[in-house]
């Protein structure tokens, strides 16, 4: 509570808004304090303490307090899949793994900077709506070079992955995942990364000063 009401003035004295900086001095000057000036924060803080246990032990306190851990529970579990997703976006991936495109995709590629330049625009959303519309108003015989070259792709990647080489490509590109995301987990679940334990020590630092 006193770090609170002192941090904007702690900041604006030392020219900084760095939380190690502006924690450290914060804990200085509280320990600096005498006991009858620390009394009115250490009050206050019992008694908000008391009325949070009070509200705890009703049964809206109850409901409130669980609603509050599945929302973190929830947030913990949007941060670890986030991170699992960058984590195997990361791994480079042989170019032969990549699956291969719809014909659709395949169209589109090749048609966008077309698009773009006879539109004039190169925003994603009506370049995508025009592609999707020419693609739409092609014929069966104008959609054959593009569904065979998908089929192509298709037949090259199969036969890649089905190959002792694809295979082993393959393998060590799925062992790679799941390590990458085995890595994630194990981090949330120690308790997180190495920044996070700073954070918590100059937390930490601050509120047993």
Do not use: C, H
Request: glycine share 8%; no cysteine.
């Amino acid at each position: 509570m006193w770090f609170n009401d002192k941090r904007e003035e702690i900041q604006k004295d030392l020219g900084t808004k760095n939380l190690g900086v502006v924690g450290k001095k914060a804990g200085e000057m509280w320990r600096a304090m005498s006991a009858t000036a620390k009394q009115p924060f250490e009050t206050k803080a019992s008694e908000q303490k008391a009325a949070y246990e009070k509200f705890k032990a009703t049964d809206a306190g109850k409901k409130a307090l669980e609603e509050k851990k599945a929302e973190r529970q929830d947030a913990k579990e949007s941060k670890v899949k986030r991170d699992a997703k960058k984590a195997v976006k990361a791994i480079e991936k042989d170019d032969k793994l990549k699956k291969p495109q719809s014909a659709y995709f395949i169209f589109a590629n090749a048609k966008r900077e077309e698009v773009q330049k006879l539109l004039g625009v190169k925003d994603f959303g009506p370049v995508t709506t025009k592609i999707g519309e020419m693609w739409k108003g092609l014929s069966d015989a104008a959609r054959k070079p593009w569904n065979d070259e998908a089929q192509k792709q298709k037949d090259e990647y199969e036969k890649y992955v089905k190959s002792p080489e694809g295979a082993a490509a393959l393998q060590a590109y799925k062992d790679e995942v799941k390590e990458a995301k085995a890595t994630v987990k194990g981090k949330r679940a120690g308790g997180g990364d190495a920044s996070e334990a700073k954070r918590a020590k100059t937390a930490g630092a601050t509120a047993g000063a």
